[in-house]
């Protein structure tokens, strides 16, 4: 089992749809990070959280830390948003590990 | 700023052939990390830099590997005697301590092919 899972691994939607992808960790963290890579591998980073919830324009995070549980929403999708979100959970252990999810495929149909 | 960069984009070795590849971080960024992708898979944790010192080492990173960072800006990654397995992208990024937010920024990778 990995220590950190994401869901679904892949999502197509219609242009215009609710989007949310989830990532569940195990190991204890003191953040979280929201990553977007597009094909040919650039990776672009979309939000870092320790509580609570951030927005940035149709981008929403949120994660509980009880739960240890983190989701990114994206409304009103767009086929631009069609992407790998990853995300990586930063250790607790003040050594700054990174432990990344495998991934969501994310593709938005026009 | 022109972002993290990594050379070369593509390297193509026959195993048993040692590389090396460089990353230049964003200039005041004083993390620096390695990972590695395979494909259909996400990153995985290789190596971290504050400033000059490694601080954490995967267990993935045999001896075979070796990074370093010698005056706290650039940092090159090593791999001796490649194996097919070495195959992979290689992923540079950093990120500036100490701040609430601190993005990490990726560069665009080396993709080693090892025949």
């Known amino acids: 089992k990995n220590e950190v899972e994401q869901s679904p691994q892949n999502l197509t939607a219609q242009e215009g749809e609710f989007i949310t992808i989830n990532c569940s960790y195990s190991?204890?963290?003191?953040?979280l990070h929201w990553l977007q890579q597009h094909p040919g591998g650039g990776i672009v980073s979309l939000f870092m959280l320790s509580s609570g919830k951030k927005k940035h324009g149709r981008l929403i995070a949120t994660i509980n830390i009880q739960e240890k549980h983190s989701s990114l929403h994206i409304t009103a999708s767009h086929p631009r948003d069609s992407a790998v979100y990853i995300c990586a959970a930063v250790s607790n252990f003040g050594n700054e590990k990174l432990t990344f999810g495998t991934g969501t495929r994310l593709t938005i149909i026009p | 700023d022109t972002g993290v960069s990594q050379d070369p984009r593509h390297k193509i070795t026959k195993r048993g052939q040692n590389v090396t590849f460089r990353c230049d971080p964003i200039?005041?960024?004083?993390?620096l990390y390695w990972y590695r992708q395979t494909l259909g898979q996400g990153p995985e944790f290789l190596t971290y830099?504050?400033?000059?010192?490694?601080?954490?080492k995967s267990r993935l990173l045999s001896d075979r590997f070796s990074a370093e960072r010698p005056k706290g800006s650039f940092s090159t990654l090593e791999i001796q005697r490649t194996e097919q397995g070495d195959s992979a992208m290689y992923l540079c990024a950093s990120s500036l301590d100490g701040l609430e937010y601190s993005p990490l920024h990726f560069g665009n990778g080396t993709r080693l092919t090892v025949t």
């Open positions: 190991v204890g963290i003191s953040a």
């Open positions: 200039s005041e960024h004083n993390r």
């Open positions: 830099f504050q400033n000059e010192a490694q601080l954490e």
